[in-house]
């Protein structure tokens, strides 16, 4: 099941703590200018006051750091992925490589990279939230009219009748339920695909823009790896982070009870709650290491095996030439295009 996660950890032997190292340093670097930027353009909000005119201002920042994330803190995601590809294809890498795409001509193609991703994402984002309404409408109306039409009529008939809508409501529940976690699997499947864009980008920032849309979607569906493993492998993981982390609150709450209660410190007691927080932070970062190391590896994993369909492809076409004798882009290995 973990065959993505188990196959970077292989490969990347060894770098996890560099790699998370170098995240955490980036993340801190991205959050820090953000907020910058932030503080620098609210300040003018201290003399415009109230008003209209604080509004429209208001609107304006939100412009301005929108297109601050999308030039900048986009663009250092894009170097925190490359900490990853480098690990795991044992390459030298550092602090250095997370600006990468500001070097040698690629950050054009990823500002348009970005900018098709987030359109892209917006538009799948509303149709499947529209798709998500009109289901959950469909569902609830048949059981808000059954729910309506129940009427008491003595003791005896109200007892069925509210055994009869208890029945019903925990029906529309489940199904609500339901719903909303098959829809989230687009999202995560969504997910998945952007993260591969970059991935592609990464591996070769140079190639048209679209033609990255169709790696990405080729070593997705279409190079033979297993997408069911990686997206439940990763959803697993997920879950049991989500489960480490109630129950380490839960454990942490009920300890420093019992040593507030046997102490009467609330020093102690905090440090108990602080020590719980950070260990669930770590085992937190650590899984999501893992799960975007697992789509590294889905990737290379994939491109591997096309580049490897392509050579053979090409070898054919060689030896029975096409009427004009050239071999098509699409067959040429990923490493020539």
Same mark, same amino acid.
């Given at each position: 099941?973990?065959?993505?996660?188990?196959?970077?950890?292989?490969?990347?032997?060894?770098?996890?703590?560099?790699?998370?190292?170098?995240?955490?340093?980036?993340?801190?670097?991205?959050?820090?200018?953000?907020?910058?930027?932030?503080?620098?353009?609210?300040?003018?909000?201290?003399?415009?006051?109230?008003?209209?005119?604080?509004?429209?201002?208001?609107?304006?920042?939100?412009?301005?750091?929108?297109?601050?994330?999308?030039?900048?803190?986009?663009?250092?995601?894009?170097?925190?992925?490359?900490?990853?590809?480098?690990?795991?294809?044992?390459?030298?890498?550092?602090?250095?490589?997370?600006?990468?795409?500001?070097?040698?001509?690629?950050?054009?193609?990823?500002?348009?990279?970005?900018?098709?991703?987030?359109?892209?994402?917006?538009?799948?984002?509303?149709?499947?939230?529209?798709?998500?309404?009109?289901?959950?409408?469909?569902?609830?109306?048949?059981?808000?009219?059954?729910?309506?039409?129940?009427?008491?009529?003595?003791?005896? =008939?109200?007892?069925?009748?509210?055994?009869?809508?208890?029945?019903?409501?925990?029906?529309?529940?489940?199904?609500?339920?339901?719903?909303?976690?098959?829809?989230?699997?687009?999202?995560?499947?969504?997910?998945?695909?952007?993260?591969?864009?970059?991935?592609?980008?990464?591996?070769?920032?140079?190639?048209?823009?679209?033609?990255?849309?169709?790696?990405?979607?080729?070593?997705?569906?279409?190079?033979?790896?297993?997408?069911?493993?990686?997206?439940?492998?990763?959803?697993?993981?997920?879950?049991?982070?989500?489960?480490?982390?109630?129950?380490?609150?839960?454990?942490?709450?009920?300890?420093?009870?019992?040593?507030?209660?046997?102490?009467?410190?609330?020093?102690?007691?905090?440090?108990?709650?602080?020590? =719980?927080?950070?260990?669930?932070?770590?085992?937190?970062?650590?899984?999501?290491?893992?799960?975007?190391?697992?789509?590294?590896?889905?990737?290379?994993?994939?491109?591997?095996?096309?580049?490897?369909? =392509?050579?053979?492809?090409?070898?054919?076409?060689?030896?029975?030439?096409?009427?004009?004798?050239?071999?098509?882009?699409?067959?040429?290995?990923?490493?020539?295009?």
């Amino acid at each position: 099941m973990f065959q993505y996660q188990s196959l970077f950890r292989r490969n990347a032997e060894g770098q996890a703590g560099k790699i998370i190292g170098l995240t955490i340093l980036a993340g801190i670097m991205m959050a820090v200018s953000f907020f910058a930027v932030m503080l620098i353009t609210l300040l003018p909000l201290i003399a415009i006051g109230e008003g209209t005119w604080a509004i429209l201002y208001a609107i304006i920042i939100f412009f301005l750091l929108f297109l601050f994330s999308v030039f900048v803190i986009y663009p250092l995601g894009i170097g925190i992925i490359k900490f990853f590809t480098s690990a795991y294809q044992r390459t030298p890498y550092g602090f250095s490589d997370l600006f990468f795409v500001f070097r040698g001509g690629r950050y054009g193609k990823a500002i348009k990279l970005t900018i098709l991703v987030i359109v892209a994402y917006l538009v799948i984002n509303f149709a499947i939230s529209m798709l998500m309404q009109l289901v959950l409408t469909a569902i609830n109306l048949p059981f808000s009219a059954a729910l309506g039409g129940m009427s008491y009529e003595g003791l005896e =008939a109200s007892a069925a009748m509210v055994t009869g809508q208890i029945g019903l409501v925990i029906l529309m529940v489940t199904l609500n339920l339901l719903v909303v976690f098959l829809m989230y699997i687009p999202f995560i499947l969504l997910m998945i695909y952007m993260v591969l864009l970059y991935l592609v980008y990464v591996d070769q920032p140079h190639i048209p823009t679209f033609d990255k849309f169709s790696i990405a979607f080729k070593v997705m569906f279409q190079a033979g790896q297993s997408l069911v493993k990686l997206f439940f492998s990763n959803v697993l993981l997920m879950i049991g982070v989500t489960v480490l982390y109630i129950i380490g609150i839960i454990a942490a709450a009920l300890l420093g009870s019992l040593v507030l209660g046997a102490t009467d410190s609330g020093i102690l007691f905090a440090l108990i709650l602080i020590a =719980a927080g950070l260990v669930i932070l770590g085992v937190y970062i650590y899984v999501m290491y893992m799960m975007l190391g697992s789509v590294v590896a889905f990737y290379f994993e994939g491109r591997n095996e096309l580049d490897s369909r =392509a050579a053979e492809a090409a070898v054919y076409s060689s030896e029975v030439p096409a009427h004009d004798g050239r071999i098509g882009d699409e067959l040429k290995p990923l490493d020539e295009r």
